[in-house]
């Protein structure tokens, strides 16, 4: 596809999409993105500045429910559909790595403790005058 075909062909799914034809089954049939094609353009919640500049400005534009124009960036040409948006992210998977990360401070604290009491306690210091 040459450039100039791809800005076309973004342009006028961005016309059927505003006509009111699904996000999803025109994501899956016509994105060229392995990762979020086959789920139909899916990117799920993810936190601001993920996706770099060119989305970001896209995205900072936008309502809930809103469709962006066609945008181009380094690699390809992107309309986006924002569906909602959150103060926080706090999805099951967000939540364990802030656990796993709380716990794993916990524990490295111990260990460095644990680590200098070793050292004290195999220590010899001799003192001569």
């Not at 139909?40 to 809930?64: I, M």
């Not at 103060?87 to 716990?103: C, F, N, Y």
Request: hydrophobic share 35%; charged share 30%; proline share 5%.
């Amino acid at each position: 596809v040459t450039p100039e075909q791809a800005r076309r062909q973004i342009y006028q799914l961005h016309e059927r999409l505003e006509a009111g034809e699904d996000f999803a089954a025109l994501a899956r049939r016509h994105s060229t993105d392995e990762s979020s094609a086959n789920i139909g353009g899916l990117f799920n919640w993810f936190p601001k500045d993920q996706y770099g500049p060119a989305f970001q400005a896209q995205l900072d534009q936008l309502a809930p429910g809103e469709l962006s124009q066609p945008f181009q960036s380094p690699g390809a040409w992107h309309v986006l559909l924002l569906e909602d948006v959150r103060e926080a992210d706090r999805t099951v998977d967000t939540l364990r790595a802030e656990a796993r990360d709380l716990l794993f401070r916990q524990k490295a604290e111990e260990e460095v403790e644990r680590f200098l009491r070793q050292l004290r306690g195999e220590s010899y210091v001799e003192i001569r005058l």
